[in-house]
């Protein structure tokens, strides 16, 4: 255990959309006891909805402007404690906030972090998201993000973008791509799998 509370784990968790991440992050945060840097949660505090007037592109499909992002990434990296693990909840989704990502992760001596992957063919993503509901008001209802035109903007916007996040972090990072199909618990069994292992091998290069 010394090990890793000198080098605490951190975890970088991507996917496509409807693939699950919110739940299996949830599995993650609560075992391994990771700080949940969710950037929508970070964006809905009140400070954050003052600063960055969020309302203006949540539920649209819409980005959030990069400079409000960045901003927040610097801050929660800088602050957290050295014995903290960090979950990265489904961002970067930007190159460039990748980069940035990388560089506030190494000056802040949390190296290697483990970068996974949910990954869905696309017609699995469009037969989820047709099936999502929330509550609103007492009312089951469809999500505004999957709405027909926001899945159109987020599917665009992941084929641009997020293919090359996956370059920047799976070249430098420990990297796993873990399917999405199946039930949350055969996905769950693949993922505390792949970070168990992760695990594992720190412990073992921290020792040697």
């Keep these: 255990m010394n090990g890793m ?12 959309p409807a693939s699950g991440k919110a739940t299996q992050a949830a599995r993650l945060i609560k075992k391994y006891h990771l700080y949940d840097f969710d950037m929508g949660a970070e964006l809905r505090k009140p400070v954050a909805r003052k600063r960055f007037e969020y309302d203006r592109t949540a539920g649209k499909g819409h980005l959030t402007p990069t400079v409000y992002v960045r901003a927040i990434l610097r801050r929660v990296i800088a602050a957290m404690p050295d014995q903290r693990g960090i979950l990265f909840n489904g961002h970067p989704k930007m190159i460039g906030e990748a980069q940035l990502v990388a560089r506030e992760l190494a000056r802040h001596k949390r190296i290697d ?7 869905l063919p696309a017609s699995e993503v469009a037969r989820r998201a047709k099936k999502r509901k929330v509550y609103f008001h007492g009312k089951l209802v469809e999500r505004s993000d999957d709405s027909a035109q926001a899945l159109k903007n987020r599917q665009t916007y992941y084929r641009k973008q997020v293919s090359q996040v996956i370059t920047f972090f799976g070249t430098r990072y420990p990297f796993k791509k873990i399917s999405g199909m199946g039930s949350r618990a055969e996905v769950w069994k693949r993922i505390d799998s792949a970070v168990r292992a992760h695990v594992a091998h720190v412990k073992r290069a921290s020792s040697k």
């Design 5 to 16: 509370e000198k080098k605490p784990l951190n975890l970088i968790l991507l996917g496509d």
């Design 113 to 119: 972090p483990f970068f996974i992957y949910l990954q």
